[in-house]
């Protein structure tokens, strides 16, 4: 097995220290900032070291995607990329060090928004993809708060809605927190599918009798759909909901037939996201951020 014992270099994003020339003394930033931005190391002499920052943080990515991240440590990570754990050490702090290198790699991705794309239309797909990628890589949402720091990929992000809103009159810091809405949205709209799912396959796992590790391609997708605890939900507010103790779900539902057709529901990632991006164009409109013609 590999020990290598060279620390890394590690390169600066493009543009890195084009700072305006009043900006100040920089400000001390936590070490795993510093990482993410390509502060933490100076270059060294000598050849470049076999092992990477980039080659550790993939591999506790693919660890995460096969088995959850749980099952991301540095030693298995060590054991992935074929180093001790100590090599690891001497490229990454720490396991936490770890988890914010992940939480920015995962977000390298941008989606490709045209140039002359509306407002309102960006802003729908780079929310969706959001969403997407949750339910493709369920680990992110276990990442604790305390990783998802603001690196370079998600600035990227950042970067790429702040264009889909230029042409809306409207003060930076009000941008930002429309994009922070935004997020909240993507964090609780996947959690719900993330976590209802994971729930299903259990069921599905436990009424087999199946080991607890049971992958979920080995599992009948018919019968983890059926498995979801949301599935039916309108049923069981139809079915238990009378009108002594729950008067308004009784009214509401008492003559309820089914979805109605076509039901706006079918998809309702995008359902979420219309009401989410309806309630932002009456606040853009009340600004005055957009004209309030219609259009």
């Known amino acids: 097995m590999s020990t290598d014992s060279t620390p890394e270099p590690v390169e600066r994003p493009h543009g890195h220290d084009e700072r305006p020339q009043d900006a100040g003394p920089r400000a001390e930033l936590p070490a795993a900032v510093q990482r993410l931005w390509g502060e ?36 298995r990570v060590a054991q992935a990329v ?15 060090e770890l988890l914010v290198l992940m939480s920015d790699a995962v977000a390298r991705d941008l989606p490709d928004l045209p140039a ?7 802003l729908e797909i780079w929310t969706r993809i959001q969403i997407d990628l949750g339910l493709d890589r369920p680990w992110i949402l276990d990442l604790p708060l305390s990783a998802v720091l ?24 009000e941008k930002l927190a429309i994009i922070g809405l935004l997020a909240q949205h993507v964090l609780g709209e996947a959690r719900v599918h993330i976590e209802s799912r994971r729930a299903a ?7 087999g009798g199946l080991p607890e590790g049971t992958p979920e391609s080995e599992l009948d997708p018919a019968a983890i759909e059926a498995a979801d605890p949301y599935s039916d939900f309108e049923t069981v507010l139809a079915q238990y909901a009378e009108p002594t103790r729950y008067a308004h779900l009784f009214e509401a539902f008492s003559t309820w037939t089914g979805p109605s057709q076509p039901s706006p529901l079918a998809d309702d990632i995008a359902f979420g996201i219309t009401i989410v991006l309806d309630g932002v164009e009456a606040y853009l409109r009340q600004r005055g951020a957009i004209p309030d013609d219609g259009s």
């Open 116 to 122: 002359d794309i509306g407002w309102r239309a960006g």
């Open 82 to 96: 074929g180093y001790t754990p100590m090599a690891l050490y001497r490229h990454v702090s720490s396991k936490d």
């Open 40 to 75: 933490a190391a100076p270059r060294r002499r000598g050849p470049k070291p076999a092992l990477s920052v980039a080659q550790i943080v993939q591999a506790a990515m693919d660890l995460a995607d096969a088995e959850g991240l749980a099952a991301v440590s540095m030693a």
């Open 150 to 173: 603001p690196g370079p990929n998600r600035l990227r992000w950042m970067d790429q809605a702040f264009g889909v809103l230029r042409q809306v009159d409207l003060a930076a810091d």
């Open 201 to 207: 396959v259990q069921q599905v796992r436990r009424a």
